[in-house]
C-alpha cells in the first residue's frame, strides 16, 4: 500500500505515474480528524471571561480587508474549489468532461495568485501574515514572550497560510506545466517536454499538493463557519471587524487600525 503508483516508460524503466488514490480519504480523514478534536477542545478548556478594555480611538468599524484582497480571496476559492472537484471526482468514479473545467480554473487561479503577489508586496502590508521571530522563539523555547492578544494574525493562522501558500504555488507552477500536455490555446501540446521520469515527478508533485489542500481547505471552512470566527468570514465580505471583537481578539500596539497599509 504505498503511496506512489509506479509503472513501465517505453523502455521498460520503472517511472513514478501519479500519487496512490488512497491518499484522497487519508485527506479526508486527516480534515473530519481535525475538525472533531479542535471542537471537542473548545468544548473541554476553560472559557474566558476577560472584558475587552475599551480605546476611545479605536473606530466603531475597523477596516480589516480592502476591497481588491476580498475578490481575489472569493476568486481564489472559487478556483481552487473547481480544481479540486475536477481532479477528484473522476477518480473517485464521477464521469464528466473535467479536462477543460479543470486547467481553465488553473489559469484563472495563477492569473489571481500573480495579482495577489504583486498587490500584497507594494500595496498591502504583507509583514502582517509572516511569522515573527518572537513567535517562534515561544515555540522553541520558554525564553519569547507569551502574548494573549494577535496582531493583525494569530500564529496559527500564519503557519496555516504558509502551508495554503506553498501547496497552492507548488499545484499551481506543476499543473502549468501539465497543460502541455492537453490541447488548449496557450500551448502547442508537446507531451515530450520532459522526460517520463520527470514527467513523474511533476505529477507526484501537483498530487501531493492537491491532497494536502483537500485538508487545508476543510479546516479552513470549519474555522470560517465556527461562530466565534463568523466575524471574521463576514470580515472577508464586507470588509471590517466591529470594535468590540478587534478590542476582544487583538493588541491595538500590534495592529493598529488608524495609519497603517491596507490588510491582506
Known sequence: MGIITWGPDPWGREVPLHIAFWLLWAALFCGLAFMAVHALWLHLRPKSTEEPRAIPAVPEKVTRHSLPARIFH???????????????????GVRFA???????????????????????LFFLDYRSILPEK?????????????REKAGKYPFANKLYHL??????VCAAATGVLMMSRVHTPFFTRNPYLFSDMTWGVIYLLHGFSGVALIALVMVHVYFALRPEKLPLTKAM????LSRAYYLKHHD?????PVGQKSSI
Open 98 to 120: 473535467w479536462v477543460g473545467l479543470h486547467w481553465g480554473a488553473g489559469i484563472v487561479l495563477v492569473l489571481a495568485l500573480l495579482f495577489h503577489l504583486v498587490h500584497s
Open 74 to 92: 472569493w476568486v481564489m476559492a472559487a478556483s481552487v474549489l473547481v480544481l479540486l472537484f475536477s481532479a477528484f471526482l473522476p477518480r473517485a
Open 252 to 256: 491595538p500596539k500590534r495592529w493598529g
Open 237 to 240: 465580505i464586507s470588509g471590517s
Open 134 to 146: 518572537s513567535e517562534l522563539m515561544r515555540i522553541f523555547s520558554r525564553s519569547g514572550p507569551v
Open 163 to 168: 502551508a495554503a501558500s506553498l501547496c497552492g
